[in-house]
Each structure stands twice: as structure tokens, then as C-alpha cells.
């Protein structure tokens, strides 16, 4: 069974037990408020919410929940432009939507695990287009994000030196071209490089998720410049990504 399928059996058994405590508290409410009386408490109590981690920047938001649903962050966004998880958090698919939907970026806090917090070096290459991509790099980089644009001319020029980026523990590769289809196969050629693309944010999450890909390539007009930015953003969010152990051996 793959780590993807793993998590997502997890993130549906922790989202129905916590859905079982909500209808045990509402039952038992409702017995309370019968006209009988004052009851003896549940046994089935709800342990309480972890503290959140503290803002280290106006707009940020902290959670420290191991599993983080839209309980856990119901009318707490407005104003937010990054949401801080634990490390090993599991993010419900519906969190992931709003955030997406309201442009928030999504931040691993790593010093919850015992190591000192990394951030993520964005290498973003254009290939074979005239679109300037000054206003994607300054949306990235006000969510924390540090990239470096290099235009170059030749796809195999591209792909190698984006070979070359992230071997970088610390670096993602983005690659802007029309030529999407002949990037994807140069770059996966290339020993190190995991690249995939997506018609929206939702799916180059996935497609990210699944072979734990360390490049991106989009045809920056497949699309509008807001969906162009959140596919890259999407991509950018959930950092450096472990390839799967059950692809290791034939994709590292």
C-alpha cells in the first residue's frame, strides 16, 4: 500500500472519530436540556484542543493539532496569509480546498520535531515563452518563499540545470514553458528528477504527493495568471517531498 493511501485511510478514521465525539457531546446535550435535570457527565469526553503555536508574524496562524480539519480552523482565516502546521500534521482535503480557495500558504513548522525549521529555495526556470514572471516570484516570495528566475532558450539546457538545482536538499525546480509534454519526458530522464504537472492546484497536489516530485512544469498560458499561481504556489507549499519508498528504487 503507498504512503499517500496510508494517509488518506488515516485522515478518514481520525475525521470520523472525531465525528463520533461531536455526536456523542450533541446527544448528550440535548439529553441535559430535556427538562430532567442535570445529568452526570458523558462518559465520553473530548480531550481538549492543543494550544496553537505562537505567531511568530502578523497574518500567520499556528496549529499544533495532529490532525487538521475545518473544525480546527472555522473562523479563524480571515486576514491569515500562512497557516504554520506540525510537523507529521495530516491536512483533511477540505482545509486544503479553503486554502487554496483563499490564497494561504501552507507551512511545516519542523522545529516541532526536534530540527531547526528549513526554508524551501525555489529555482524557476522559462523555456520558449515571452511571459514575465516577476509577478508570480513576488507572490511566492510574500509567502516566504525565496526564488531564483533564469530564462533560458533550449529545454535540455533547462532540464539539466534544474537537474542539477535540486539535487539541493533544500530546492524545488519550477519550469514555465508551452513545451510541457517535451519537458516532463527530458526531465525525467534525468536521474534525480521527479516532475509532474496538473490542470489545477488540486491536482499537481496529488500528482506531487504521489511520486514525491521535486519539479513542476506548466505552460504558464494554459491558463489564467491566478490559476497558473496557484498550481505553482500548491506546489511550492508542500515543500521538499520524500519520494515513496515503493519508488525509491527506480526514481531516486
Same mark, same amino acid.
Given at each position: 500500500? %503507498?504512503?499517500?493511501?496510508?494517509?488518506?485511510? &488515516?485522515?478518514?478514521?481520525?475525521?470520523?472519530?472525531?465525528? &463520533?465525539?461531536?455526536?456523542?457531546?450533541?446527544?448528550?446535550? !440535548?439529553?441535559?436540556?430535556?427538562?430532567?435535570?442535570? !445529568?452526570?457527565? %458523558? *462518559?465520553?469526553?473530548?480531550?481538549?484542543?492543543?494550544?496553537?503555536?505562537?505567531? %511568530?508574524?502578523?497574518?500567520?496562524? @499556528?496549529?499544533?493539532?495532529?490532525?487538521?480539519?475545518?473544525?480546527?480552523?472555522?473562523?479563524?482565516?480571515?486576514?491569515?496569509?500562512?497557516?504554520?502546521? %506540525?510537523?507529521?500534521?495530516?491536512?483533511?482535503? @477540505?482545509?486544503?480546498?479553503?486554502?487554496?480557495?483563499?490564497?494561504?500558504?501552507? @507551512?511545516?513548522?519542523? =522545529?516541532?520535531?526536534?530540527?531547526?525549521?528549513?526554508?524551501?529555495?525555489?529555482?524557476?526556470?522559462?523555456?520558449?515563452?515571452?511571459?514575465?514572471? !516577476? =509577478?508570480?516570484? @513576488?507572490?511566492?516570495?510574500?509567502?516566504?518563499?525565496?526564488?531564483?528566475?533564469?530564462?533560458?532558450?533550449?529545454?535540455?539546457?533547462?532540464?539539466?540545470?534544474?537537474?542539477?538545482?535540486? =539535487?539541493?536538499?533544500?530546492?524545488?525546480?519550477?519550469?514555465?514553458?508551452?513545451?510541457?509534454?517535451?519537458?516532463?519526458?527530458?526531465?525525467?530522464?534525468?536521474?534525480?528528477?521527479?516532475?509532474?504537472?496538473?490542470?489545477?492546484?488540486?491536482?499537481?497536489?496529488?500528482?506531487?504527493?504521489?511520486?514525491?516530485?521535486?519539479?513542476?512544469?506548466?505552460?504558464?498560458?494554459?491558463?489564467?495568471?491566478?490559476?497558473? !499561481?496557484?498550481?505553482?504556489?500548491?506546489?511550492?507549499?508542500?515543500?521538499?517531498? *520524500?519520494? *515513496?519508498?515503493?519508488?525509491?528504487? &527506480?526514481?531516486?
Amino acid at each position: 500500500m %503507498s504512503e499517500l493511501s496510508i494517509d488518506i485511510e &488515516r485522515v478518514v478514521r481520525e475525521v470520523l472519530a472525531e465525528m &463520533r465525539l461531536a455526536q456523542a457531546e450533541s446527544g448528550q446535550r !440535548k439529553a441535559d436540556g430535556n427538562g430532567q435535570g442535570p !445529568k452526570a457527565a %458523558s *462518559p465520553v469526553s473530548r480531550p481538549a484542543s492543543p494550544a496553537p503555536l505562537p505567531a %511568530s508574524v502578523p497574518g500567520e496562524l @499556528a496549529i499544533r493539532a495532529r490532525v487538521v480539519t475545518m473544525t480546527e480552523v472555522a473562523g479563524r482565516l480571515d486576514g491569515i496569509r500562512r497557516l504554520v502546521v %506540525s510537523h507529521g500534521a495530516i491536512i483533511t482535503p @477540505a482545509v486544503r480546498d479553503e486554502l487554496i480557495r483563499r490564497g494561504i500558504a501552507l @507551512a511545516c513548522d519542523e =522545529a516541532s520535531n526536534g530540527r531547526p525549521a528549513t526554508t524551501v529555495r525555489v529555482v524557476l526556470v522559462t523555456v520558449g515563452t515571452d511571459i514575465d514572471p !516577476k =509577478a508570480l516570484v @513576488a507572490g511566492l516570495t510574500r509567502e516566504g518563499t525565496t526564488v531564483e528566475h533564469v530564462a533560458l532558450d533550449c529545454l535540455l539546457v533547462a532540464t539539466e540545470q534544474l537537474a542539477a538545482e535540486t =539535487a539541493h536538499a533544500d530546492t524545488l525546480g519550477i519550469l514555465l514553458t508551452p513545451h510541457t509534454a517535451a519537458g516532463l519526458c527530458l526531465a525525467n530522464r534525468l536521474r534525480g528528477l521527479r516532475a509532474v504537472t496538473g490542470g489545477d492546484a488540486p491536482a499537481v497536489a496529488a500528482a506531487a504527493a504521489a511520486v514525491g516530485a521535486n519539479l513542476l512544469v506548466v505552460d504558464p498560458q494554459a491558463g489564467t495568471f491566478f490559476q497558473v !499561481k496557484q498550481m505553482v504556489a500548491e506546489f511550492c507549499r508542500g515543500g521538499v517531498r *520524500p519520494c *515513496p519508498a515503493v519508488f525509491r528504487a &527506480r526514481l531516486v
